[in-house]
């Protein structure tokens, strides 16, 4: 595997559910972030982690849950989600402190 | 706070022309990225062109160039002799150098090369 790697590749559930997406990146890299992408609209940076620590959570939800067990692997843990939280759910990483970012295929979601 | 504008939300060219999509940002930084991102219909977004903002030379890749404006806060990517391949959504991006990765994306404009 090379790049950065997200599974499910789509997932469908339900509001009551509990589920988690995984991203995984395979550069070396050292900062890893999760983005929302929904139709018309730029995309949503949502958590970053450097270094293995979050230094930005932009006021989302707490029913979205992240977690970076290391700096090759990162979590959104998913409970109680609404409809409008249907989107692409776009993982990426870079080396800390730099801008370029490399970006996973992303994770389909919806929410009924 | 800094602001990434685009302000076509869909372009179509024809098959071996000439096409230019526009950004415009705002911040008051002056050490700084721009990058222009494409994402294809199968969503995997990809690293098209980036440009420093203290080289005053326009950076360029194979069929892609921008055109970067500093003063004027203008960004525009042009691309060359467009190929079917090419029909993505692009995103233009900002980023502060040195602070911790993060980006600031525009809206997107979604370009059709037409054969």
């Known amino acids: 595997e090379t790049g950065v790697t997200q599974t499910p590749r789509h997932l469908v559930m339900g509001m009551t559910n509990k589920k988690s997406l995984k991203c995984e990146q395979h550069l070396g890299h050292n900062a890893m972030y999760w983005y929302k992408q929904s139709a018309k609209k730029p995309l949503e940076l949502m958590f970053v982690y450097s270094l293995e620590e979050r230094v930005e959570n932009n006021s989302v939800p707490s029913r979205f849950s992240p977690e970076c067990p290391n700096s090759s692997h990162l979590f959104l843990h998913l409970h109680t989600l609404q409809p409008e939280d249907s989107a692409l759910y776009l993982c990426?990483?870079?080396?800390?402190?730099?801008?370029?970012?490399?970006f996973g295929p992303g994770t389909r979601l919806t929410v009924l | 706070a800094q602001t990434v504008t685009q302000s076509q939300p869909e372009m179509s060219v024809q098959e071996a022309e000439t096409v230019t999509l526009s950004c415009t940002y705002d911040t008051s930084e002056n050490n700084y990225y721009l990058f222009w991102y494409k994402q294809p219909p199968s969503r995997q977004m990809i690293l098209v062109i980036r440009q420093e903002a203290y080289k005053q030379q326009n950076a360029t890749e194979n069929r892609f160039s921008v055109n970067f404006q500093k003063a004027a806060k203008s960004f525009s990517l042009k691309i060359s002799d467009s190929q079917l391949g090419d029909t993505a959504m692009y995103f233009c991006?900002?980023?502060?150098?040195?602070?911790?990765?993060?980006?600031?994306f525009g809206q997107g404009t979604e370009l059709s090369v037409k054969p």
């Open positions: 991006a900002f980023g502060i150098y040195n602070q911790g990765g993060k980006l600031i």
């Open positions: 990426a990483s870079s080396q800390a402190y730099s801008n370029e970012q490399f």
